[in-house]
């Protein structure tokens, strides 16, 4: 669902995936843009990938890109503060800042996995960074989709029996909404975020 979100973005400009190295499985393969993509990740083995340590107050006067993505780490980081001070230090003036955290999703370590997020708390954060013109969405939701993400794993092994288990799950969500509007709401899979500095 984060590949949905990235792909309706024109990217313009430089672009930083913080916390993250160029892999097949990165959201950043599906990003429309004819700009490189730059990585920034403390454990990377690439001598191109700026090596940042997210949780500590770096000195970053020297890095900015007018685009900064953080997909999937503000859940990794124990000192979410710093992490979100150190990407609105790269991102230049009017920058585009956009990110993905989880909200109802397994623990997943890499190396650790300390927090989940809500809309309200992402937009408190993000303010006390600095932040501007804030933006949350909900990625996926719903009652049924939040027992699918539960199951899934044990069904991960049947590939056609986790589709149609996934496509049901829709379903039900999809006749549940159109009696209340809010489940997706208050049973998120997880938030995609953009903000402005």
């Known amino acids: 669902m984060q590949i949905l979100e990235i792909k309706k973005i024109k990217f313009n400009g430089s672009i930083l995936d913080l916390g993250s190295k160029k892999s097949g499985s990165n959201v950043t393969n599906f990003i429309n ?5 730059n990585y920034a990740d403390k454990y990377s083995n690439n001598a191109n990938d700026l090596k940042i340590d997210l949780e500590k107050n770096e000195d970053l006067n020297d890095i900015e890109y007018e685009n900064v993505l ?6 990794h980081v124990f000192n979410f503060k710093n992490c979100l ?9 009017n920058g585009n800042f956009y990110g993905s955290t989880p909200f109802f999703f397994r623990i997943h370590e890499s190396p650790n996995d300390y927090f989940r997020y809500t809309e309200q708390s992402l937009i408190v954060i993000l303010n006390e960074a600095g932040f501007k013109n804030i933006s949350i969405k909900v990625i996926g939701g719903g009652i049924f989709l939040c027992f699918y993400n539960s199951i899934s794993t044990i069904f991960n092994i049947i590939p056609l029996l986790n589709n149609l288990l996934l496509i049901f799950c829709q379903i039900l969500d ?4 159109l009696f209340s509007k ?3 709401k208050i049973y998120p899979l997880g938030y ?6």
């Open 33 to 37: 843009s004819n700009e490189n993509i």
């Open 70 to 75: 953080l997909m999937n780490v503000l859940e």
């Open 85 to 93: 001070n150190n990407s609105y230090k790269i991102l230049s003036k």
């Open 174 to 177: 999809f006749i549940i909404s």
């Open 182 to 184: 809010n489940f997706k």
């Open 192 to 197: 995609f975020f953009f903000a402005e500095k």
